[in-house]
């Protein structure tokens, strides 16, 4: 069983911290760690669970419903 760390608090989070500093590996950013991993996706993971990414959470709310009890409908492509 894969245990994050308490500051990261899930391993959703991690997931996503990790895809977001591969993407940046592959885009060329320099590596913050040495790792005898060459897959950007390892560094990664090196990287956040070193603590050497900083991240915050987007705290966002979602839209609201109109409360007259319409269905919305949504069409889809041609």
Known sequence: ??????KIGSKYRFVLICAQRTKQLLEGAQTRVESPFHKPAFVAMQEVLAGKIDWKVNETTPPALPDSGEVLQVEVGP
């Open 1 to 6: 069983m894969f245990i994050v760390d308490e």
